[in-house]
């Protein structure tokens, strides 16, 4: 019945050491979307993917890269996790604009929480 | 600039009790969506309700009910008989429509719901 799955849900990492956070969803949707949230606040958009097409926001930094290999699947890669990184990271699908200016919902998956040591 | 405020941080009623959670927001743009979604303690953003700009109709779905207000830019969620179940942390959102199709979706900080049993 999931429809969007994130593995896995808790990761322990060590400072620097990279680390790839794992989302696929049974939607079929066009668009993924990955978002940070550290505690206590509201998630933030890192950057999603229209089908094969990346955007990042502009301040996302270097250091949170994705890969999208299918519709199905988007990884967020960690290349040198900092203390800072430590954060819920969520994972979010949504149809693509239909026409005008129709936009769909967005349906999260259960996030990964990611403790830096 | 899109921005949401909620700007009850924290909120405690007591079982079966009513409770009003306050968004208020500013866009530039004449057509939005505006969204609520409930974050229990597992983590997972789950949507509860979507409202376009063009429709002030106030929505009621169970115990729930939304009241979208144009003229103050406000969207305000109502619980009636609040259950201990209901304690979550609620974020209210507004989309944009980025220029590939997808949404940007603006969180509020949120407001923390306990209710007592």
């Known amino acids: 019945d999931a429809m969007v799955i994130q593995n896995p849900r808790y990761q322990v990492t060590q400072f620097g050491k990279p680390v790839t956070l794992s989302c696929s969803q049974t939607?079929?949707?066009?668009?993924m979307y990955w978002y940070q949230q550290k505690s206590s606040q509201a998630p933030k958009l890192l950057f999603h993917?229209?089908?094969?097409?990346?955007?990042n926001e502009a301040d996302t930094p270097d250091n949170f890269q994705s890969r999208r290999p299918n519709t199905s699947f988007c990884f967020l890669d960690i290349r040198s996790p900092g203390l800072g990184d430590a954060a819920m990271y969520l994972c979010?699908?949504?149809?693509?604009?239909?026409?005008?200016?129709?936009?769909?919902?967005?349906?999260f998956g259960p996030g990964t929480r990611l403790t830096v040591l | 600039a899109q921005k949401v405020t909620q700007a009850q941080t924290e909120i405690s009623v007591v079982e079966k009790e009513d409770v009003t959670l306050d968004c208020v927001y500013e866009?530039?743009?004449?057509?939005?969506?505006l969204f609520w979604y409930k974050q229990p303690p597992s983590g997972e953003l789950v949507f509860l309700i979507r409202?376009?700009?063009?429709?002030?109709q106030n929505e009621i779905s169970g115990r729930y009910s939304w009241n979208f207000q144009k003229s103050t830019s406000s969207f305000n969620f109502t619980i009636t008989a609040s259950q201990v179940v209901d304690s979550a942390v609620y974020f209210c959102?507004?989309?944009?429509?980025?220029?590939?199709?997808?949404?940007?979706?603006?969180f509020g900080t949120g407001t923390r719901l306990t209710v007592i049993p």
């Open positions: 979010a699908t949504s149809r693509e604009r239909s026409s005008g200016y129709n936009t769909d919902t967005q349906y």
């Open positions: 939607l079929n949707h066009n668009v």
């Open positions: 993917y229209y089908d094969k097409d990346f955007n």
């Open positions: 866009t530039r743009d004449t057509t939005y969506y």
């Open positions: 409202r376009n700009s063009f429709d002030e």
């Open positions: 959102a507004l989309s944009e429509v980025h220029q590939t199709g997808a949404n940007n979706l603006f």
